[in-house]
T-cell receptor, first 117, second 114 residues
Framework: NAGVTQTPKFQVLKTGQSMTLQCAQD?????MYWYRQDPGMGLRLIYYSASEGTTDKGEVPNGYNVSRLNKREFSLRLESAAPSQTSVYFCASSGPSRGLAVYNEQFFGPGTRLTVL | QQQVKQSPQSLIVQKGGISIINCAYE??????FPWYQQFPGKGPALLIAIRPDVSEKKEGRFTISFNKSAKQFSLHIMDSQPGDSATYFC?????????????FGAGTQVVVTP
């Protein structure tokens, strides 16, 4: 199993350009998430999808849109990129508890490093 | 408003020493407290987690201490090794949230010197 995969790994955009970050998971998880990671800010939730067909805003949704294409795939779109969106973006997924010891474990992809000039 | 506050931002420890990272939370509805470990260039991965019905959980050299009345929990890394050099995030969630949303702390960069 590949777990959570993200494409691309790196991307450089100019201000105003658009792009879509792709994420897929093969663990049959219901929930998927998009985070951004910035120095000193930790992981901040952009959007999440509790289940196929639903999406909700997280802490920092402005400037982003998402699509839960099916149970496996959850994409993040930047319609008009800004330098403030320079960050590392992580996709994660989670499924039902695997037992008493672990609840709500989130599995993360390898990240996309995005630079907006 | 950060619901989980983590300190210190960074720490340097010698090989064999103890690393201690502290977190505090506000929401008393939180009932699941995991720690994630992230190596450079990788995504975070679950390291260890605790429920508030116990005050301590140990897995190998990693121990979580939990103080429910103070709304604080901490990660202790005993006999720290250079391979433990990573960024550590504490987090909190409510297990009643079936979608598993986590509130993360800001992270602590740990450097273990040889």
């Amino acid at each position: 199993n590949a777990g959570v995969t993200q494409t691309p790994k790196f991307q450089v955009l100019k201000t105003g350009q658009s792009m879509t970050l792709q994420c897929a998971q093969d663990m049959n998880h219901n929930s998927m998430y998009w985070y951004r990671q910035d120095p000193g800010m930790g992981l901040r939730l952009i959007y999440y999808s509790a289940s196929e067909g639903t999406t909700d805003k997280g802490e920092v949704p402005n400037g982003y849109n998402v699509s839960r294409l099916n149970k496996r795939e959850f994409s993040l779109r930047l319609e008009s990129a800004a330098p403030s969106q320079t960050s590392v973006y992580f996709c994660a997924s989670s499924g039902p508890s695997r037992g008493l010891a672990v609840y709500n474990e989130q599995f993360f992809g390898p990240g996309t490093r995005l630079t907006v000039l | 408003q950060q619901q989980v506050k983590q300190s210190p931002q960074s720490l340097i420890v010698q090989k064999g020493g103890i690393s201690i990272i502290n977190c505090a939370y506000e929401n008393t509805a939180f009932d699941y407290f995991p720690w994630y470990q992230q190596f450079p260039g990788k995504g975070p991965a679950l390291l260890i987690a605790i429920r508030p019905d116990v005050s301590e959980k140990k897995e190998g050299r990693f121990t979580i201490s939990f103080n429910k009345s103070a709304k604080q929990f901490s990660l202790h890394i005993m006999d720290s090794q250079p391979g433990d050099s990573a960024t550590y995030f504490c987090a909190a969630s409510r297990t009643t949230d079936s979608w598993g949303k986590l509130q993360f702390g800001a992270g602590t960069q740990v450097v273990v010197t040889p």
